[in-house]
């Protein structure tokens, strides 16, 4: 390929660039982002970015040193794999080899759109427009206890605010752990000073309240949504990309999406894991860094490489840092690692005997030696990793 033009100047977009540039491809490289700014790391918004800690956080790479064309503030539009041509703002921009890495946007909570006051959380757009609002120390809602909210509840309380977090499951992180690793976590909430209601579904949001099915009023200065992110997919519609249950990008095990020529990498992309057996669409940070070298090799590469990640997030909340590697299934064993009401514990999954996945809180020493284990697939004595005073990597 002469010519690789990447589409979504976030971290994926951002690392295949410097990938491809890492890796030895001389040819040219343009990356086109929808947003004006300079790009940069999400992570920092729902935590320094967002207290006034941190200014910015625009990534350290000198775009123009390593032959990156940056053309920022310019969407998308459409892609014509026929013509291998992409449409955009400005205009066509041919590709040999194209990437989309358009990321994922967060979900509007119904009939919430436009309501003053209501914010989402996933640009630095939106953080700074956030910003003030902490400062206020105006009362808010939270509509959410995923990570976001977490997050996000986690630097109002610092602020300041007060905080009431609705969520319509009976529990934190209800889509993402089971019942009795999250069950620990809503203790988290109260601790820090949030009010925290669960099987509370937002009838609607009016200026100044939000209005639950139940009746309750709750009193809000500010309204954040928390409620999810669907791949930012929209604008392929019509091209041939072939499109999955979430509208993901449906790619291959090296990446590659179901037109010739066309890879997919991050947020806005599902992919087949050889080693967990089933698709995986991955909206964390690690997935963004580590796939953009796949594809990368095999924009260059003659021998096809596999993607075949052992997934790894962290996230930072009431004063808590955890962190989850690995991949579990319904009927994998939880075997707890320390007492869930402490400071510090872990929860490791075992599918027969071997370890598929860890959620380590304030442990990360369990979870540097847990990466290790998942991805040997060793076998492992279960009565050594229920000990937390045994290392992990003993059992
Ligand atoms: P994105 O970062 O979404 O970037 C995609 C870019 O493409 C965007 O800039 C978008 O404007 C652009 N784009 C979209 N459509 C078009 C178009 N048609 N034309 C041109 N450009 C387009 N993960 C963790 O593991 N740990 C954390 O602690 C953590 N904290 C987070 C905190 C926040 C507030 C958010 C929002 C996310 C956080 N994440 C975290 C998730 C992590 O940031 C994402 O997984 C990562 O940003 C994905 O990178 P991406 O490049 O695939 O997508």
Not at 281 to 291: F, G, I, K, S, T
Not at 352 to 367: F, K, M, N, T
């Amino acid at each position: 390929a002469r010519r690789v033009v990447i589409v979504g100047a976030g971290m994926a977009g951002v690392q295949t660039a410097v990938a491809l540039r890492e890796q030895g491809f001389t040819g040219d490289v343009t990356l086109i982002g929808a947003e004006p700014h300079q790009p940069y790391d999400r992570p920092p918004l729902s935590k320094a970015v967002l207290l006034g800690k941190a200014e910015g956080s625009a990534f350290d790479i000198d775009f123009e040193a390593l032959d990156i064309e940056l053309r920022l503030g310019c969407e998308a539009l459409g892609l014509r794999p026929g013509d291998h041509e992409l449409d955009t703002e400005a205009g066509p921009v041919p590709y040999d080899v194209l990437v989309l890495a358009t990321g994922a946007e967060p979900i509007q909570l119904p009939g919430s759109e436009g309501v003053p006051g209501v914010h989402l959380l996933r640009t630095l757009d939106d953080a700074e427009r956030l910003r003030p609002v902490l400062a206020q120390q105006h009362d808010i809602v939270v509509v959410g206890a995923g990570w976001i909210g977490a997050e996000f509840a986690t630097a109002a309380r610092e602020a300041g605010c007060a905080v009431t977090v609705v969520e319509a499951a009976d529990r934190p992180l209800a889509g993402a752990l089971p019942a009795e690793v999250a069950a620990p976590m809503t203790a988290w909430y109260t601790d820090s000073g949030a009010s925290l209601r669960t099987h509370a579904r937002v009838e609607r949001v009016e200026p100044g309240a939000v209005v639950l099915d139940d009746g309750t009023r709750v009193p809000a200065g500010a309204v954040v949504v928390g409620i999810g992110a669907r791949p930012a997919t929209a604008w392929l519609a019509g091209s041939g990309i072939e499109l999955g249950a979430h509208r993901e990008v449906v790619a291959d095990s090296h990446l590659r999406t179901s037109v010739p020529d066309v890879y997919a990498v991050g947020d806005c992309a599902s992919f087949p894991s050889g080693r967990y057996e089933e698709r995986l669409l991955v909206h964390h940070w690690d997935n963004a860094l580590q796939a953009p070298r796949t594809v990368a090799a095999n924009i260059i590469g003659e021998a096809p490489v596999a993607y075949d990640p052992v997934p790894y997030f962290w996230s930072e909340q009431f004063g808590r840092f955890v962190q989850y590697v690995g991949h579990h299934a319904p009927a994998d064993t939880t075997i707890w690692r320390g007492d869930p009401s402490g400071a510090a514990w872990t929860v490791c999954w075992l599918r027969e005997s071997r370890l598929v996945a860890l959620l380590a809180v304030g442990r990360p020493r369990d979870l540097a030696q847990g990466r290790r284990l998942i991805e040997a697939g060793m076998p492992m004595n279960p009565d050594i990793l229920a000990d937390p005073s045994r290392p992990l990597k003993d059992a």
